[in-house]
């Protein structure tokens, strides 16, 4: 991969920049990095930041960069390609547009077919997010590391064969973040119910979090296992499993991340169709 990766985005909301702030001196320098948005006041705090440099109308420049980041909204995707398309030569597509599938997009673009799509999450936005990435067949080795490289800016990365596996990434991952904020919202609500302050319910509810995931993480055992010992039975944590059990908490789980999917699969058909 090259040394200095000339990226373009199309658009620099909250994603873009967490994407050039994790790119900007870092494995590029910034000035190697163009975006192009519609809002001056965005482009000047990112020039401003990062050192990159800003437009707010895409030109015949962009046929140099090597790779071309969509980060605009999923409803303005079709558009921006359609502006895009006589400045695209050899160059790697990364959609970061949720919901978009590759193909639509290839054929939004004539056939193009350097598109690698993604599917990252908010904790991308302080450097802590997992990323599900998925490449066209024509996608070479080489743009296969670029967008790795752009999207390990962000957090980790974890490729899938079968862009339909993207729609489970969505759920389990892109979604996630809210399940484990509705977690911690109802530890906190438990913790003052049974009498400690907002600050403190909320202060541990977040730290066992933190500390659970990376104990997880860290451990060569199985999260079965780490749970069954902090379980004793007869004891506290027994009890709270129990109730969790009685009331099939893990299957509700698995519904809502099934049904997560399924909507994923469906916007992907409502863009798709309402685009062409």
């Known amino acids: 991969m090259k040394k200095s990766l000339k990226t373009g985005f199309i658009g620099g909301g909250n994603m873009a920049s967490a994407l050039i702030g994790g790119m900007a001196g870092k494995i590029t320098p910034g000035e190697q990095i163009h975006v192009v948005d519609l809002n001056p006041e965005a482009l000047s705090?990112?020039?401003?930041?990062?050192?990159?440099?800003?437009?707010?109308?895409?030109?015949?420049?962009?046929?140099?960069?090597?790779?071309?980041v969509l980060a605009v909204k999923p409803q303005q995707i079709r558009?921006?390609?359609?502006?895009?398309l006589?400045?695209?030569?050899?160059?790697?597509?990364?959609?970061?547009?949720?919901g978009i599938r590759?193909?639509?997009?290839?054929?939004?673009?004539?056939?193009?077919?350097?598109?690698?799509?993604?599917?990252?999450?908010?904790?991308?936005?302080i450097g802590q997010g997992v990323t599900g990435l998925f490449a066209m067949d024509a996608v070479t080795d080489e743009q296969r590391q670029m967008a790795e490289a752009i999207m390990r800016a962000v957090g980790s990365t974890l490729w899938v064969e079968s862009e339909n596996l993207?729609?489970?990434v969505t759920a389990i991952s892109g979604?996630?973040?809210?399940y484990v904020f509705?977690?911690?919202?109802?530890?906190?609500?438990?913790?003052?119910?049974?009498?400690?302050?907002?600050?403190?319910?909320?202060?541990?509810?977040?730290?066992?979090?933190?500390?659970a995931s990376e104990l997880a993480e860290k451990s060569s055992e199985p999260v079965s296992t780490l749970r069954e010992r902090v379980t004793s039975p007869g004891g506290t944590t027994f009890a709270a499993l129990s109730v969790m059990e009685e009331n099939r908490?893990?299957?509700?789980?698995?519904?809502?991340?099934?049904?997560?999917?399924?909507?994923?699969?469906?916007?992907?058909e409502e863009f798709g169709r309402d685009a062409g």
């Open 102 to 125: 590759t193909a639509d997009l290839s054929r939004w673009m004539q056939g193009y077919a350097s598109i690698v799509r993604t599917m990252p999450n908010t904790p991308s936005l």
């Open 79 to 84: 558009d921006v390609v359609s502006s895009l």
């Open 166 to 168: 993207l729609d489970a």
């Open 175 to 178: 979604s996630g973040p809210a």
């Open 45 to 68: 705090s990112l020039k401003s930041q990062f050192g990159v440099t800003t437009s707010t109308t895409m030109d015949a420049g962009l046929a140099e960069y090597d790779v071309l």
């Open 249 to 268: 908490i893990k299957d509700l789980i698995i519904s809502a991340a099934k049904a997560a999917a399924a909507r994923s699969v469906e916007l992907g």
């Open 86 to 98: 006589p400045h695209i030569q050899q160059q790697l597509i990364l959609s970061v547009a949720a």
């Open 182 to 211: 509705y977690f911690i919202e109802a530890l906190e609500q438990a913790g003052k119910a049974l009498g400690l302050s907002g600050k403190q319910a909320a202060s541990l509810a977040m730290a066992t979090f933190r500390g």
